[in-house]
C-alpha cells in the first residue's frame, strides 16, 4: 500500500509557535496603526463639527464680543496651593458652551464634574481640575473653554479647551485622545498649526518635554498630516520631516 506522509507533533507545534511570535510581534504594530487611523478620523469630526457649530452661533449671536462674556479667571487651591479654575471661570464656560450647544448633538451635560485622571504627553500626571463639559452622542467629550479675552480681532487667540475624543476611558493623554484647540474671531483652530506661536508643534508636542501642558500642541499636526508619528520618533516639524520614515 502507498506510504501515508505527514507531519508529526513535533513539526506541528514548532509551526505553531513560529507563527505565535510572528503574531506577537507584528500584532502591537497593526493594532496601534489602526488606532491612529481612528483617532484622526474622530478628531477631524469633532473639528467640523465643532467649527460649524462656532460658525452658526456667531450667525445667531453676533460676535463673540457680543455674547457677555468675560476674561476667565483662575483662583488658588485651597489645598494645593495651584492655580484652578474658580466659579466665575466655571460660569464663563457655561456661557460659552451654551450659545454652540443648540447646534451639535449632545447627548450629557456635565454641569459639574470633579473631572478624571489626565496625563501630559510624557506620561505625567496632569492636576484633575473641575469643568464643565459636554458629551457628544458619539462619545466625545468637549472640556473646558478658558477665555483669554472677549474680543479677538486679526487672528489673536480669545480662549482654548479641549477634545476627549473617547469621553473619560482611557488613556486620558494629551496627544493620545485628548486635544486642544482655539477659539478665534471666526474659527475654531487646533493648536500646534503652522506658524502657531503660542503652541508650536516643535516645542509643545514633544514626547521628551516634562511638563504639564505637554502635548498640547499635537492636534493640528494629526488634523492636516493625518499621523501620530510623534509618539514613535523625534525631529517631526512643519518645515521639514512630517512622518518617521
Same mark, same amino acid.
Given at each position: ?18 507563527? =505565535?511570535?510572528?503574531?506577537?510581534? #507584528?500584532? &502591537?504594530? !497593526? *493594532?496601534? %496603526? ?6 484622526? /478620523?474622530? @478628531? ?79 506620561? =505625567?500626571?496632569?492636576?484633575?481640575? #473641575?469643568? &464643565?463639559? !459636554? *458629551?457628544? %452622542? ?6 473646558? /473653554?478658558? @477665555? ?98
Amino acid at each position: 500500500s502507498p506510504r501515508r506522509v505527514a507531519f508529526t507533533l513535533a513539526e506541528v507545534l514548532i509551526t505553531l509557535g513560529i507563527i =505565535g511570535v510572528v503574531a506577537a510581534m #507584528t500584532l &502591537p504594530t !497593526l *493594532i496601534a %496603526n489602526h488606532q491612529q487611523k481612528v483617532t484622526v /478620523a474622530k @478628531l477631524k469630526k469633532v473639528y467640523s463639527i465643532l467649527n460649524q457649530a462656532y460658525l452658526r452661533a456667531l450667525d445667531e449671536n453676533g460676535p463673540l464680543s457680543s455674547w457677555g462674556l468675560q476674561a476667565s479667571q483662575s483662583e488658588e487651591n485651597p489645598e494645593t496651593g495651584e492655580s484652578m479654575a474658580g466659579d466665575q471661570a466655571i460660569e464663563q464656560m457655561f456661557l460659552f458652551w451654551g450659545k454652540l450647544q443648540p447646534y451639535m448633538r449632545v447627548l450629557k451635560t456635565y454641569n459639574k464634574s470633579d473631572g478624571y485622571p489626565a496625563y501630559n504627553l510624557a506620561g =505625567g500626571l496632569k492636576t484633575s481640575k #473641575t469643568f &464643565p463639559a !459636554l *458629551i457628544l %452622542n458619539d462619545g466625545t467629550l468637549i472640556g473646558g /473653554a478658558w @477665555l483669554y479675552r472677549t474680543s479677538c480681532p486679526d487672528r489673536r487667540k480669545c480662549g482654548d479647551f479641549y477634545v476627549d475624543i473617547n469621553g473619560d476611558a482611557p488613556p486620558n493623554t494629551t496627544g493620545r485622545d485628548m486635544f486642544y484647540f482655539y477659539v478665534l474671531e471666526n474659527s475654531i483652530m487646533p493648536m500646534g498649526f503652522s506658524g502657531d506661536t503660542y503652541r508650536p508643534f516643535e516645542d509643545w508636542c514633544d514626547r521628551n518635554f516634562f511638563n504639564a501642558q505637554s502635548g498640547y500642541g499635537c492636534a493640528a499636526w494629526v488634523i492636516y498630516n493625518e499621523n501620530m508619528d510623534y509618539l514613535k520618533c523625534d525631529g517631526l516639524s512643519w518645515n521639514g520631516k512630517h512622518k518617521c520614515k
